[in-house]
């Protein structure tokens, strides 16, 4: 299962990637602790039985077996990291593949949206029964890939009950027999009533019926290879033979990486240490990538089920059922980005208004000049005249309108022309 991290990664602050390191969900320790505490038992029971079992005489002979044993652990025998190598990539370059032919409906739903046209009982009967048949066809390519969704959906009356599919069309989809997957059943009425719907003018010109089925076939193209690489897995030999690899190099390694009595003089052998740090690193990093890469027309014509309005026709708000077995997943939020649940600051929640521009806004009106127009304004004034010139002229042509003004008038005045020596400020600065 692939957990997002984005979050935690999104600054760089103290001890962040020591927090990341230390993630249990999703992490290679979740993944390999087993296969490594049977490694470190195996490990530590050979080494207890050289140094406490044997006799001097079979000691010797187990530190020659060790000494044979240690040179097959050297890449020239056994080819850990090109063919482990070269697996790791062929089996994220699939995992990959997967994830972008996922059938996401977003595209086809605009289409359907903005190509079906009426306000009536009927068009909303078409665009949520198109819509209807397209989730449908995923529901039944991914149980058909996936053990999550077919523990949610195990039989075909639950994705009736879940409202994707109505009895008539169950009756109709079960009555065609097909020695292979059926998910490109629900495809298929799709195009019939489309057909329909541009017979009966839902859908106004060819143009806009060739755009659905463009869409539609587009959609199906990644249902195909979903089933696809389900279908056609990594060759098993390649498989076999990369894992007989990795195990059988950590085989070795149990006995080959044992530290031997340094009196003794052996090679590469000049200290005691007990625990092996660097083969346990090789464990982790050579069965971890292992393990992350073994987990990637004719009778058809027109035989459209009755349209029926679906399950959820009057609801406007709802939800799909679950089972026992995965109904703690309601309890499992769903993912709204990785900053959706980032901690904000007192600091980072205050609005803060530049001075500069904010309040400066000349009111609307026959005096009001608007922002964009005081800015132009000033540069051309500029260009003729300098700054401080500018600004004790800026109040001149006024001075006899304000005598004649009432006292309220005079405040608005008094308030425009402050505001106006602001923005010939701001227009100053900028062109500078």
């Known amino acids: 299962m692939t957990v997002s991290y984005t979050l935690e990664v999104a600054d760089a602050r103290f001890g962040g990637f020591c927090k990341l390191l230390l993630r249990w969900k999703g992490s290679i320790y979740k993944l390999l602790y087993k296969d490594f505490l049977l490694f470190c038992g195996v490990y530590v ?73 009426g306000t009536d009982e009927r068009g909303r009967l078409l665009r949520r029964t198109l819509m209807r048949y397209v989730n449908l066809s995923s529901v039944l390519i991914l149980r058909s890939i996936s053990t999550r969704v077919l523990k949610r959906f195990p039989t075909m009356e639950h994705i009736v009950e879940a409202g994707f599919m109505t009895t008539h069309e169950l009756n109709h989809f079960e009555s065609l027999h097909s020695d292979f997957n059926k998910y490109w059943m629900p495809l298929t009425w799709f195009s019939n009533l489309a057909s329909r719907a541009r017979e009966e003018g839902r859908v106004r010109d060819d143009i806009a019926l060739r755009l659905l089925m463009d869409e539609l076939n587009k959609y199906r193209g990644k249902c195909s290879l979903l089933f696809h690489y389900d279908w056609i897995s990594i060759p098993l030999v390649y498989t076999q033979v990369v894992t007989l690899a990795v195990y059988s190099f950590f085989a070795f390694c149990v006995v080959g990486r044992q530290f031997l009595n340094p009196e003794k003089g052996y090679k590469d052998h000049k200290i005691d240490l007990y625990v092996p740090v660097f083969t346990l690193l090789q464990f982790f990093f050579y069965a971890g990538w292992l393990k992350v890469s073994m987990l990637a027309v004719d009778d058809m014509y027109q035989n459209l089920a009755p349209i029926e309005k679906d399950k959820h026709w009057e609801q406007r708000h709802f939800s799909v059922p679950y089972t026992l077995s995965t109904a703690a997943e309601t309890l499992t939020p769903a993912f709204k980005g990785s900053t959706f649940d980032m901690r904000m600051s007192a600091e980072d929640l205050e609005i803060h208004q530049p001075a500069d521009t904010a309040q400066y806004l000349p009111p609307k009106g026959s005096q009001g000049e608007g922002l964009e127009g005081c800015l132009l304004r000033g540069k051309g004034i500029l260009r003729g005249c300098s700054l401080p010139s500018l600004l004790d002229g800026a109040s001149l042509p006024h001075e006899e309108e304000e005598e004649d003004a009432s006292p309220e008038e005079n405040i608005i005045n008094i308030d425009q022309k402050e505001q106006e020596m602001s923005l010939l400020k701001v227009a100053v600065e900028h062109t500078y």
């Open 45 to 117: 029971f050979f080494s207890v039985f050289y140094r406490f079992l044997l006799s001097p005489k079979q000691q010797d002979l187990f530190e020659r077996i060790s000494l044979y044993c240690d040179q097959f652990t050297n890449t020239n025998f056994i080819p850990v990291l090109f063919v482990l190598g070269f697996y790791v990539t062929l089996a994220f370059n699939r995992w990959w593949g997967q994830y972008t032919n996922f059938p996401l409906p977003d595209n086809l739903m605009m289409v359907v949206s903005g190509n079906v046209h």
